[in-house]
């Protein structure tokens, strides 16, 4: 079974703060997400990543950075956060080439903006 | 619109009892996933499918990419199967295809 460890589970900040989630998989799986879930609008995708150095946008970029340092970790970075950006996030991963393959999700992280 | 639709948005089960939860897309779609969202908000991948069924234990899923459909059987509803489950559609794409989430079904089991 994979394992997908995010960090911190909850954080509060205020508007204007810098945050850092983190993720990190720890079955060689090439690809890593990011996603928020809100109520209303499911799971959307932040930011990916098929491997250390590279980043892909998502479908609800704006506001948010990643960067993947190595196969093993993620990064989601947050630099100037807005209330708006109060959610719970997930990081996945999968390791199928080409095709999204099997999602694991992490255990979520909870960020509240104030 | 909505390119993933999940069917009923709400559900209660007496336990012991069966359903059917169901996915429509309005995507062309490679691949679904279905995932359980337990009440203490972890995500836990229950299904990958290719067009298709498969098993495991009380439940089982089948997608019809043909109908754009899937859905996810639960046989003999337990306590521990409450919480919202989602299905993902993977887009068929030339390029990295990206998963489609429902909206979720929530379900309740109750004694």
């Known amino acids: 079974e994979a394992a997908v460890t995010q960090s911190p589970r909850n954080k509060v900040t205020v508007t204007g703060g810098n945050v850092t989630l983190s993720c990190r998989q720890t079955?060689?799986?090439?690809?890593m997400y990011w996603y928020r879930q809100d109520t209303g609008h499911g799971l959307r995708l932040i930011h990916y990543?098929?491997?250390?150095?590279?980043?892909q946008i998502g479908d609800v970029p704006d506001g948010y950075k990643a960067t993947r340092t190595t196969q093993e970790d993620f990064f989601l970075l947050l630099e100037l956060a807005s209330p708006s950006q109060t959610s719970l996030y997930f990081c996945?991963?999968?390791?199928?080439?080409?095709?999204?393959?099997?999602?694991?999700f992490g255990e979520g992280s909870k960020l509240t903006v104030l | 619109g909505d390119k993933v639709k999940q069917s009923p948005s709400a559900l209660s089960l007496q336990e012991g009892t069966n359903s059917a939860l169901r996915c429509n897309f309005s995507?062309?779609?490679?691949?679904v996933q279905w995932f359980l969202q337990n009440p203490r908000g972890s995500l836990i991948n229950l299904f990958y499918l290719v067009p298709g069924t498969k098993e495991n234990g009380r439940l089982k899923s089948a997608f019809d990419s043909k109908e754009s459909y899937s859905t996810l059987h639960i046989r003999d509803a337990q306590l521990e199967d409450s919480g919202t489950y989602f299905c993902a559609a993977e887009r068929a794409s030339s390029s990295f295809s990206k998963l489609v989430f429902g909206q979720g079904t929530s379900l309740s089991v109750v004694p």
């Open positions: 996945a991963s999968s390791d199928d080439w080409g095709d999204t393959g099997q999602l694991y």
């Open positions: 079955n060689s799986h090439n690809y």
């Open positions: 995507i062309a779609a490679t691949t």
């Open positions: 990543s098929y491997g250390a150095g590279n980043l």
